[in-house]
């Protein structure tokens, strides 16, 4: 049978793929993408609008389900019985922690992958991020500042729909939004609170429908985000750029198709991906002028440096030796959780209409000078409580009975907790490799991390915890307890910099365009390329970078540096 040649594989189908995927078929381009489970059906994968009493399993799922899988451990928040976890989830493949890791990797292999079911929290990144090591001293700046990221930030959030406020601060650029949402007793009592000790409380920037947006209805506040949402009332793949880019009659999507490998032509240059059929466990081959990856940021490296070559003995496009280093991630914890006496005892409402993101405490710290603290850059946190879907304060209340049921009552409205937002700074103590000894079932070399909290976030975490006191008296509040511990890298699923960009080949994968330095028709279009974590959340960044970076790749099909098939 005669080969198809495609104008762009695109491998990964998320926030950045399916962007990726909808801007080049727009753009009349042939595309070819893979996705490495099956195609996400809300109808199907979704259980909405019910309690978890009205499950089978209380919304737990079924606890045999991961019986004889390679990754037998359930997804925190994002899986449950909410979304059928094995199927949309990856539990077939396994991977490695080095002496001294724990590193929870958690992966969804249904079509719009984990964008079906993140926090939707969308700030913009300011030079304060992009120019961090110039104002501290630490690491390297971004190739790229605000001003020339702007444009995107705009277009990504108008195509999006982000809610939010204009809010003035100078770590926090502002948007444009649609109508915030609406907060509730305790979100004021919380700002408040916040004022009395420096500490700003503000609506976060999210990604969720206020009103009727790009033709997807406004949400209707069922407060089940992140286990998918079956309206579309949020950003997702699934409802916004697969089937968009399908409506354009330029896409072929393969689903079930792991990607093991990157190949490549006598010049050490992409002619396609050789990826591994998820049923039979044959091993195909497709090809196209252009290859973009965005399998999400660690898997995109995984799938590199297993692309070896005569050419590329370490991994393709790996002549800085940069792919698969410098690590970073997300520390979350709970540094202060408790409740507020003047609410206790109100009646339950539904509150808890957007899950997670109403509001936040966006980076106060370091404004003024890079190093007013003890540690450089800055954290945010998320704090919320109110009435969720199920009373998670049993825990800290003592009793059996009839009374312990009305305590459980009383405190519902009143109860409050937080997540801290730090990030790590790029050490070289953090990357992933290939284990040289494991292969997970579909013959694949399984991929390895090497990871540890540093002395910086830790000292973030400390801090916030010293704020959350600070926080409760202000605001009249006693506090339960605290997270004795961080929780474990990997938890926020905002891992970057394995593929970073820069402005020196030595140093850097990518050049500020997610293209390659060393395969000019190689491109990457998730967070792997950011070179720094911030105090923000990737995915709305991400999608303008990924707009960005196929305006590049466009014009380069227009000026003849790519061929057209």
């Avoid at 509730?184 to 609170?193: N, S, T």
């Avoid at 503000?202 to 997807?216: E, Y």
């Avoid at 304060?393 to 801290?420: D, M, W």
């Avoid at 891992?495 to 990518?510: A, D, F, I």
Wanted: glycine share 10%; aromatic share 10%.
């Amino acid at each position: 049978m005669p080969i198809r040649l495609f104008d762009a594989i695109v491998v990964g189908t998320g926030a950045g793929g399916g962007m990726a995927m909808k801007l080049l078929c727009e753009a009349g381009l042939s595309v070819l993408a893979l996705n490495s489970g099956p195609r996400t059906d809300p109808a199907k994968h979704y259980r909405m609008h019910r309690q978890p009493y009205d499950l089978k399993y209380r919304g737990q799922g079924n606890p045999l389900s991961l019986a004889g899988r390679a990754h037998q451990e359930h997804y925190s928040v994002e899986e449950g019985e909410y979304t059928e976890g094995p199927e949309l989830f990856e539990h077939d493949i396994a991977y490695s922690n080095a002496p001294g890791t724990d590193w929870y990797w958690k992966r969804c292999k249904g079509t719009g992958g984990k964008a079906n079911f993140w926090g939707r929290s969308s700030a913009r990144y300011g030079d304060i991020d992009f120019k961090a090591a110039s104002l501290d001293g630490f690491g390297e700046d971004w190739p790229v500042d605000y001003a020339e990221i702007a444009p995107w930030f705009s277009k990504a959030e108008r195509y999006m729909g982000v809610a939010s406020t204009v809010q003035n601060r100078p770590s926090n650029p502002d948007g444009e939004y649609l109508p915030q949402i609406p907060w509730r007793c305790l979100d004021y009592i919380i700002q408040e609170a916040g004022k009395k000790i420096g500490v700003p409380y503000l609506p976060d920037r999210c990604a969720q429908l206020t009103v009727a947006h790009n033709g997807h209805p406004a949400c209707h506040y069922c407060g089940n985000c992140t286990r998918g949402c079956d309206a579309g009332s949020f950003f997702s793949p699934t409802w916004f750029t697969i089937p968009e880019a399908e409506h354009t009659g330029n896409l072929t999507l393969l689903t079930d198709a792991l990607v093991r490998a990157i190949l490549v032509d006598e010049r050490g240059q992409a002619t396609g991906v050789a990826y591994v059929d998820r049923h039979n466990k044959s091993e195909v081959e497709v090809f196209a002028k252009v290859v973009v990856l965005a399998a999400s940021c660690v898997e995109t490296a995984h799938i590199m440096l297993n692309s070896t070559s005569r050419h590329w003995p370490t991994g393709i496009a790996n002549s800085s030796g940069m792919l698969g280093k410098n690590l970073c991630d997300h520390l979350y914890g709970n540094p202060g959780y408790g409740f507020l006496p003047r609410l206790v005892g109100q009646p339950p409402t539904p509150d808890n209409i957007a899950d997670s993101t109403i509001g936040w405490m966006p980076r106060w710290q370091n404004l003024k000078n890079p190093r007013e603290e003890k540690f450089i850059r800055g954290y945010s946190v998320y704090v919320g409580g109110g009435c969720g879907e199920f009373p998670g304060h049993y825990a800290q209340l003592e009793g059996f009975g009839s009374e312990f049921k009305r305590n459980i009552k009383r405190y519902y409205p009143a109860t409050v907790g937080s997540c801290i937002q730090a990030p790590t700074l790029a050490s070289p103590k953090n990357y992933i490799d290939i284990d040289p000894d494991k292969k997970d079932i579909f013959g694949i070399p399984q991929l390895r991390f090497h990871y540890e909290w540093g002395e910086n976030e830790l000292l973030m975490w400390e801090h916030s915890k010293k704020m959350i006191i600070d926080f409760f008296r202000a605001a009249g509040g006693e506090m339960w307890g605290a997270d004795a511990e961080p929780n474990r890298p990997g938890t926020s699923l905002h891992e970057v910099g394995v593929c970073r960009m820069g402005n020196n080949p030595k140093t850097s994968v990518t050049n500020k365009w997610g293209q390659a330095h060393d395969v000019a028709n190689l491109y990457i279009c998730d967070a792997s390329i950011f070179p720094t974590q911030t105090d923000k959340t990737t995915t709305m960044p991400l999608v303008a970078f990924t707009m960005r970076n196929c305006d590049h790749l466009l014009e380069n099909f227009r000026a003849g540096i790519h061929k057209r098939t």
